[in-house]
């Protein structure tokens, strides 16, 4: 059973920066894309980042370029989402995924527990 967990979420002023943290115990972690999504309440779940098994392709929402920046380290089994200049509106539940292969544009099946992120204004 693939798990992942979340960390890093919490409370911080705007302008603020936080960064994720996802961790697997799956040892074959590296062959997988792996994205950020979030959840704000009332609104449906949008996707923020991802980056494919090498971390040599990322892509990003619109409403988070130039702020957020994911990464990975293999050697860890762990993917980051650092998040630079947050706003009110950044405020969500985050969650990170695993895809189905090495390429983000695949289904994700595996999902974590989410992690809160509230920016305060």
């Known amino acids: 059973q693939v798990q992942l967990v979340e960390s890093g979420g919490g409370l911080v002023q705007a302008g603020g920066s936080l960064r994720l943290s996802c961790a697997s115990s799956?040892?074959?972690?590296?062959?997988?894309?792996v994205g950020w999504f979030r959840q704000a309440p009332g609104k449906e779940r949008e996707s923020v980042a991802a980056?494919?098994?090498?971390?040599?392709?990322?892509t990003y929402a619109d409403s988070v370029k130039g702020r957020f920046t994911i990464s990975r380290n293999n050697a860890k089994n762990t993917v980051y989402l650092q998040m630079n200049s947050l706003k009110p509106e950044d405020t969500a539940v985050y969650y990170c995924?695993?895809?189905?292969?090495?390429?983000?544009?695949?289904?994700?099946?595996?999902w974590g527990q989410g992690t809160q992120v509230t920016v305060s204004s």
């Open positions: 995924a695993r895809a189905m292969g090495g390429s983000y544009y695949l289904e994700f099946e595996y």
């Open positions: 980056i494919n098994y090498s971390g040599g392709s990322t």
């Open positions: 799956d040892r074959t972690f590296s062959s997988y894309a």
